[in-house]
């Protein structure tokens, strides 16, 4: 079952008997909110999941908007506007037998100004035959795209409006898929994971049993952090190969690997209590691989014996040299079950995001290649920024022969104490210099 949490908001607004409670039956196809004659009937919101087409979101009928100053007339003004404010898309429902007044211009201005942003389709409803569609060109002066012309009694029209209400919202999913940032949570089997997802979301939003592997499917979720928007993915626990033969198992492990690649910040959970396994070796590697950013969140950080400076310092020395391939991975000592260093995480995923996505600075880079000549006796020729998400360079030298394991990581290790690429990988490529 979808989870209504996570569907777009569909508002109906207008003013009072402009129809909206008929369209909203019609729309759902039954008889969910009061339809009556008397203007102001419905004051209360009333929402339902809509579908259409396969897409499903939730629909919202409103109080109707008017101009009165009375007490109750107020309350339904406030509920209105924290009822678009939520909304991923806008109705904007007009009735076509009826003039443009002021508080349909006072609505089309408010909804410029104040909602700036928000996608509104204008809706003239009681357009109950083809003659009437001529009594609706003067809607355009509100200041938004021509009307859809709807009959919400005879359903005339109520098909291609939910086409266009389903195109917009997937456009807009779109738009905020590209905008958000995408978090995987990875690990060995039972390390804490799903316990600090529904830390970060503030609530019980997966399962959470001491019985490893609980979590048998990857769990894509949106939320919001002080204003940025990000997806965050709880994956199933890795297991070794040898013990992912089992269907679902196999397939837990594929969907883990997918998540991987569609994410931009792996959050590498381990079990502080018990070190680094071989397992914890290979997911590790499989981060670098795809090229990730990567936090490393040392779980259960409670069980590790000792004083709290001493012990963090060994333990990051510790993780240092059995990842070495991910030195670059900042280390976060957390603890699930007392929210230890939990309240860290979202700054240091900001932050990490940052210098994956940096494109590195080609002055910088410049002045770099004179120091490279000088240390390494003219073996740097010049750099060449190729890319982002991670930083990419082109590097030519004079030999290829000489570029080494040592020689890389001295080059390397330069350029990230001249750049700050804390939990970001960044590839380079080698060309010899003609």
């Known amino acids: 079952m979808t989870d209504e949490k996570e569907l777009p908001r569909v508002v109906l607004i207008g003013s009072p008997n402009a129809g909206k409670s008929s ?25 339902a999941v809509c579908s259409w087409r396969g897409i499903s979101f939730i629909l919202m009928d409103t109080g109707g908007i008017s101009t009165s100053n009375l007490p109750l007339g107020a309350k339904v003004m406030e509920q209105v506007d924290n009822a678009v404010s939520r909304a991923s898309l806008i109705l904007f429902v007009l009735d076509a037998k009826k003039e443009v007044g002021i508080e349909e211009e006072e609505v089309a201005r408010s909804l410029r100004v104040k909602f ?59 738009e905020i898929a590209e905008s958000s940032l995408t978090l995987c949570l990875i690990g060995r089997p039972n390390v804490g994971k799903s316990s600090i997802l529904n830390h970060i979301l503030g609530e019980s939003r997966v399962i959470v049993h001491d019985e490893p592997g609980t979590t048998r499917d990857s769990v894509d979720i949106q939320f919001s952090h002080e204003g940025a928007l990000f997806s965050m993915i709880d994956t199933a626990g890795l297991r070794k190969r040898s013990k992912a033969n089992h269907s679902i198992e196999f397939y837990s492990r594929t969907r883990t690997i997918q998540a ?26 499989e981060i670098s691989e795809f090229g990730k950013g ?31 391939f991910i030195s670059y991975a900042p280390i976060l000592p957390v603890s699930a079950l007392t929210n230890y260093g939990l309240n860290k995480i979202m700054p240091e995923v900001q932050h990490v995001f940052q210098c994956w996505s940096q ?19 003219g073996m740097v020729q010049s ?43 960044f590839k380079v490529k080698w060309l010899k210099s003609f």
């Open 359 to 377: 494109e590195l600075d080609a002055a910088k880079l410049k002045s770099l290649v004179k120091e490279f000549r000088f240390f390494f006796k």
């Open 116 to 174: 700036k942003g928000k996608p509104v389709l204008l809706v003239a409803n009681k357009v109950d035959h083809p003659k009437d569609e001529a009594l609706i060109s003067d809607f355009c002066r509100l200041g938004f795209d021509f009307p859809y012309p709807v009959s919400a009694l005879h359903g005339i029209g109520s098909g291609d409006l939910l086409d266009a209400v389903t195109a917009r919202l997937e456009k807009r999913n779109a």
């Open 260 to 285: 991987l690649r569609k994410s931009q910040i792996a959050l590498l959970v381990i079990s502080a209590d018990e070190g680094i396994t071989l397992q914890d070796k290979k997911i590790a590697g």
């Open 23 to 47: 369209l909203f039956n019609r729309l759902l196809g039954e008889q969910k909110s009061i339809v009556e004659k008397e203007p102001g009937v419905t004051r209360d919101f009333l929402e």
């Open 383 to 425: 750099i060449r920024v190729l890319g982002k998400r991670p930083p990419a360079l082109q590097i030519k030298v004079k030999s290829r022969k000489e570029v080494h394991f040592s020689f890389q990581r001295a080059v390397e290790g330069k350029i990230r104490e001249v750049f700050d690429l804390t939990g970001s990988p």
């Open 294 to 324: 990567v936090i490393i969140l040392a779980n259960k950080w409670d069980l590790v014996p000792g004083s709290e400076k001493h012990r963090i310092e060994k333990f990051r020395q510790y993780i240092q040299k059995e990842l070495y």
